[in-house]
């Protein structure tokens, strides 16, 4: 048993491409809060920090002239907990984890987020037996495959989109659309909507060749009244909080 055990802690290492000074590190990397004291979480700690500012400063040297939400959207899903729970099953971390009792009875194979969370301890553990520099690298080669396909073009949405789920996030009714005006014969018609929402009790007009581009401009005044511009780009988060300043 301690010879597989040594087996399979060699082959992570050869994975990882990094050799531990002090294997027990690794170990401790490996053991679940379940298992009980000590375990990985506070090398878990260690190892999400490093691995944001390892994944920041790569975003930052490789896309000289993205803005701050994108690359802020970039990082999520290089760090999300899918992305690491790949890394760790790739690196067959499951394993070797070290589980409570409950954890092992309950648990076949071992949850995706525990194998996530023992990357980032792992990356922690790396930290602890070597030095930042020797850390970044192997970070980086971890996360190559995933910065060579991060996508960090802007994600652009239509203004009904946009205003729907800034109600949402206010948790307020949906937008209302209501046909006020259709002029014109058959062919040219020209279709008037009004666009009300709760939010500050905002409404708007607006004008199309069919009642959907009509529903689009009506929505788009009344984001310009929350100072939104066409032309912008504004994250989840701080959608609302734009809003809410006005």
């Not at 996508?151 to 203004?159: C, G, H, L, R």
């Not at 949906?174 to 014969?185: A, D, M, N, Q, R």
């Not at 666009?195 to 607006?206: H, I, Y």
């Not at 511009?229 to 504004?234: C, G, L, M, R, Y």
């Amino acid at each position: 048993m301690a010879q597989i055990k040594a087996t399979l802690l060699k082959n992570i290492q050869t994975r990882i491409a990094y050799e531990f000074k002090d294997t027990a590190l690794l170990e401790l990397a490996l053991t679940h809060k379940s298992a009980g004291i000590p375990n990985n979480e506070r090398l878990e700690f260690l190892g999400d920090s490093l691995l944001n500012v390892v994944a920041a400063e790569a975003l930052f040297s490789r896309f000289d002239d993205v803005p701050e939400g994108v690359m802020t959207t970039a990082r999520s899903q290089l760090v999300k907990g899918k992305t690491l729970a790949e890394i760790g099953l790739a690196l067959e971390l499951d394993q070797l984890m070290i589980l409570g009792l409950g954890e092992r009875k309950n648990v076949s194979p071992v949850k995706h987020s525990i194998v996530g969370d023992a990357v980032e301890a792992v990356i922690g553990a790396i930290y602890v037996d070597s030095d930042f520099v020797t850390c970044q690298k192997i970070v980086l080669n971890l996360l190559k495959p995933y910065l060579d396909k991060v996508s960090v073009v802007p994600e652009f949405k239509d203004a009904k989109t946009l205003l729907q789920e800034l109600m949402q996030a206010e948790h307020l009714a949906l937008p209302h659309y209501e046909l006020v005006e259709v002029e014109g014969p058959g062919h040219q018609q020209k279709f008037t909507v009004k666009c009300s929402v709760k939010l500050k009790d905002t409404s708007a007009t607006g004008e199309g060749l069919s009642r959907r581009t009509a529903e689009q401009s009506a929505a788009m005044k009344v984001l310009k009244q929350f100072n939104y511009a066409e032309s912008d780009t504004i994250s989840e988060d701080n959608r609302v909080e734009q809003v809410k300043g006005s």
